[in-house]
């Protein structure tokens, strides 16, 4: 077997792919770098994939275009070392026989846990005190509280990988937990322990919002200023999924009333301007698009693709398999 890595990065290609991954993937295949520190294009990979029957990808890998699969005559394993393929692989893959994977499931866990930090820090007010004290001002605890996690109503939009793993860290704060998804059924739900509801009702009866679902044609702008005016007074907003399901226009009026507060980490259009309003309320905290840098799970990413394309070599079920279905539902970037 013969598996070309199409990462040509210097550092994301020590980070994704680390040592012990790439040891196991010896044991099974003989292994085939892109030249470091050199762009690869789809033209390259097509005029190389004829020889490969797996290629591992991964942030900046060119896509897997019709053109390089009328090339890729043994090709039967594309392994992505991140999240969505949609910038890797075009649906015509899926005419084929080759299995597709991602490492979602590594990415999934490292987002969860951001959106549990930002929760966290928006729900204790941490933005606001830290600049209260930069500007000189103490804590009133006569009369100061926050809205914290223990036992409140949360709402989580969207349906995956990503808020099962919330659901699962949020448990020992005992809160109720309210979902809205329409990949979700009312059994699964209940096995999860989370109650299965409308949007309207999620958002009228939720004091914090986390979104989780995937930027497709449906879900932009789903969160509007009809949604958001039904949230209660005093609520979070805290979005890890994509910036334009929210209307960040609607958002900004809302926050900078004083009636709702957020934790953002991604936007419109990215990378925010240093000058955008929303970096100049007092009430929202913005960051970077960090939910995938955990470098526990970060560093995994290669690994988990090669053990799906080791399980496939053995003819195992693989753990982190794209159907055409799932493909179609995926966030494009």
């Given at each position: 077997m013969k598996t070309l890595i199409t990462v040509y990065e210097s550092s994301l290609k020590n980070m994704v792919f680390q040592r012990d991954a790439i040891d196991t993937l010896r044991q099974f295949s003989e292994v085939v770098w892109v030249e470091e520190g050199k762009p690869y294009t789809s033209e390259q990979l097509a005029a190389d994939i004829g020889e490969f029957d797996a290629c591992l990808t991964s942030w900046g890998s060119p896509k897997v275009t019709r053109q390089v699969l009328e090339q890729a005559g043994n090709l039967k394993f594309v392994g992505h070392a991140a999240g969505t393929v949609v910038p890797i692989v075009e649906e015509c893959i899926f005419d084929h026989e080759i299995a597709v994977v991602n490492a979602n499931a590594a990415l999934a866990k490292s987002t969860a846990e951001a959106a549990i930090a930002m929760m966290m820090a928006g729900a204790w007010n941490l933005h606001g005190y830290q600049a209260g004290l930069q500007q000189g001002r103490w804590s009133a605890n006569s009369k100061e509280t926050v809205l914290g996690l223990y036992n409140q109503v949360i709402g989580l939009i969207g349906y995956g990988d990503i808020s099962r793993e919330v659901i699962r860290l949020l448990q020992?704060?005992?809160?109720?937990?309210?979902?809205?998804?329409?990949?979700?059924?009312?059994?699964?739900?209940?096995?999860?322990?989370?109650?299965?509801?409308?949007?309207?009702?999620?958002?009228?009866?939720?004091?914090?919002?986390?979104?989780?679902?995937?930027?497709?044609?449906?879900?932009?702008?789903?969160?509007?200023?009809?949604?958001?005016?039904?949230?209660?007074?005093?609520?979070?907003?805290?979005?890890?999924?994509?910036?334009?399901?929210?209307?960040?226009?609607?958002?900004?009026?809302?926050?900078?009333?004083?009636?709702?507060?957020?934790?953002?980490?991604?936007?419109?259009?990215?990378?925010?301007?240093?000058?955008?309003?929303?970096?100049?309320?007092?009430?929202?905290?913005?960051?970077?698009?960090?939910?995938?840098?955990?470098?526990?799970?970060?560093?995994?990413?290669?690994?988990?693709?090669?053990?799906?394309?080791?399980?496939?070599?053995?003819?195992?079920?693989?753990?982190?398999?794209?159907?055409?279905?799932?493909?179609?539902?995926?966030?494009?970037?």
């Open positions: 020992p704060y005992a809160p109720k937990i309210l979902l809205f998804s329409r990949n979700c059924s009312l059994a699964e739900a209940e096995g999860l322990g989370v109650e299965l509801c409308s949007l309207p009702d999620l958002l009228s009866r939720s004091r914090i919002i986390s979104l989780h679902n995937t930027l497709t044609p449906a879900t932009i702008g789903m969160i509007g200023r009809n949604e958001l005016a039904l949230v209660q007074d005093g609520s979070l907003i805290v979005n890890t999924a994509r910036g334009p399901i929210m209307d960040e226009s609607a958002l900004l009026e809302h926050a900078a009333s004083g009636r709702l507060s957020a934790v953002l980490d991604v936007y419109a259009q990215e990378p925010l301007d240093k000058d955008h309003a929303l970096l100049k309320l007092p009430n929202v905290m913005c960051l970077p698009h960090i939910g995938g840098y955990s470098g526990y799970w970060k560093t995994r990413l290669g690994a988990t693709v090669i053990a799906d394309l080791e399980r496939f070599v053995k003819g195992e079920s693989l753990h982190g398999s794209i159907t055409r279905d799932k493909f179609n539902r995926l966030t494009p970037r």
